[in-house]
């Protein structure tokens, strides 16, 4: 559903006279070392997948060129698979319209990067996909639209790439795109990489400036004629990203009195995810949720009596998945520090206990009560242990 603004905005089709594409901080072969192998897989590979989406929803607007606004790759040289996977997605395209790829900060042009001219990379690009590789960059998009950009050629610094693109010359009625990568000074007295100052677009007299960086969609400047956009990424990259997993359609109207329509289109398939259980009802409400596509961190905080103490060890190894059988959740970080035994509650072993068994349970909850270091948990682990040996050849 579009938002007031935009319904108040909308163009017509026929009104339109150029669409675009912009995207960014697409971060590919960017690690997460802090979950296991598998799933550390997964996440890499949803940030290639998510390509061929955009690319999809550039061909399903018809839009006349793609923008890429840095870091494409989380650094300069990436591992082969990456940035064959990139050629793998240009090159089954049967299209003309032209995609930019723009250096970042964390892909910088430099002699040991893909963008470097001799790469495999650069090479096998097809002919539609241009890469900025100097100042002063231009591309026409026909004869009334041109794309003006400059590469980060480091990691960090201060240099305004905005500022090195030509300014509007005087007679010059095309519509004029901007594309850089850098910071915007929204945090007063925040030190920013590669600035970009507010009142860029206007004072270089662009029609659009098409940035990245940011991770999370925005518009720099909501009521400036001319648009400062973040596309933000298409995939999220940790916990606590707001706005992420979409790009940028944007419409230039035949009326150039008119401000350009910035449309948020979602690509991004994963959902990362915060969560904390402190009851069993909650833990079984989060699980029979559809966590497919979810990378979560879970927290529990709960004692629990025996009895659901078993089920939420349940509920847990079939969120986390085992080798015969698929897990629940996409991609789970699980934090139980805070599920603990309910050592005073009754327990229900569900059959008579010989003396000695019985002695050794009441044994086992004692020490669960402990205060002594390391000395509860042990216990309560060897009590769970003793429940679930006498339920199972109870049953």
């Given at each position: ?12 089709e026929?009104?339109v006279?150029?669409t ?11 690690r ?9 897989k ?6 290639l997948e998510?390509?061929g989406r955009?690319l ?6 018809n ?16 591992e082969?698979?990456w ?8 090159q089954?395209?049967r299209?003309?319209?032209p ?18 001219a001799?790469h495999?990379?650069r ?7 241009h ?5 002063h960059?231009?591309l ?9 950009a ?21 007679g ?7 594309l850089?990568?850098g910071?915007?000074f929204d ?8 600035p970009?100052?507010r009142?860029?677009?206007a004072?270089?007299g662009l029609?659009?400036l ?6 999370a969609f ?11 956009v ?5 995939e ?17 109207p035949?009326?150039?009195r008119?401000r350009p329509l910035v449309?948020?289109?979602?690509v991004?398939?994963w959902?990362w995810r915060?969560a ?11 699980a029979s949720?559809d ?7 879970l927290?529990?905080d ?10 939420a060890?349940?509920l847990?190894?079939?969120l ?11 991609v ?10 309910a050592?005073?509650?009754p ?9 000695v068994?019985?002695?050794?349970a009441?044994?086992?909850?004692a ?10 948990e ?5 009590l769970?242990?003793?429940y679930r ?7």
């Amino acid at each position: 559903m579009r938002t007031k603004a935009e319904v108040a905005n909308a163009i017509d089709e026929n009104e339109v006279a150029l669409t675009l594409l912009h995207t960014a901080d697409w971060h590919l072969g960017r690690r997460f070392p802090a979950f296991e192998a598998e799933q550390e897989k997964r996440l890499t590979r949803a940030r290639l997948e998510v390509i061929g989406r955009i690319l999809d929803v550039a061909e399903s607007r018809n839009v006349d060129a793609v923008l890429c606004a840095g870091d494409l790759f989380d650094r300069p040289a990436p591992e082969k698979e990456w940035w064959e996977g990139v050629l793998h997605e240009f090159q089954r395209r049967r299209w003309q319209r032209p995609v930019v790829l723009l250096p970042g900060n964390h892909d910088p042009l430099t002699q040991q990067s893909v963008y470097n001219a001799a790469h495999p990379f650069r090479t096998g690009l097809p002919e539609y996909v241009h890469v900025v590789d100097e100042k002063h960059w231009q591309l026409p998009l026909g004869d009334n639209a041109v794309v003006v950009a400059s590469p980060c050629e480091s990691q960090a610094g201060d240099t305004k790439l905005v500022e090195s693109l030509p300014k509007r010359e005087e007679g010059d009625t095309r519509i004029r795109i901007g594309l850089v990568h850098g910071q915007t000074f929204d945090i007063d007295g925040h030190q920013t990489n590669f600035p970009i100052a507010r009142g860029s677009a206007a004072e270089r007299g662009l029609d659009y400036l098409a940035i990245g960086d940011t991770h999370a969609f925005r518009e720099v400047e909501p009521k400036a004629h001319a648009p400062t956009v973040y596309p933000g990424a298409p995939e999220a990259t940790n916990f606590g990203e707001k706005d992420t997993g979409n790009v940028a359609v944007v419409f230039f109207p035949l009326d150039r009195r008119r401000r350009p329509l910035v449309r948020r289109e979602v690509v991004g398939a994963w959902h990362w995810r915060e969560a904390t259980c402190h009851s069993i009802a909650e833990l079984r409400t989060l699980a029979s949720e559809d966590l497919r596509k979810t990378v979560l961190r879970l927290t529990l905080d709960m004692a629990l009596p025996m009895q659901e103490f078993d089920e939420a060890e349940r509920l847990l190894a079939e969120l986390r998945g085992s080798l015969a059988t698929t897990p629940r959740v996409g991609v789970l970080s699980e934090h139980r520090q805070g599920l603990r035994l309910a050592t005073d509650a009754p327990i229900d072993f569900n059959a008579e206990l010989p003396d000695v068994l019985r002695a050794t349970a009441e044994r086992l909850q004692a020490q669960a009560r402990s205060d002594a270091p390391g000395q509860a948990e042990m216990a309560e682990r060897a009590l769970y242990h003793l429940y679930r040996l006498v339920r199972r050849d109870a049953a």
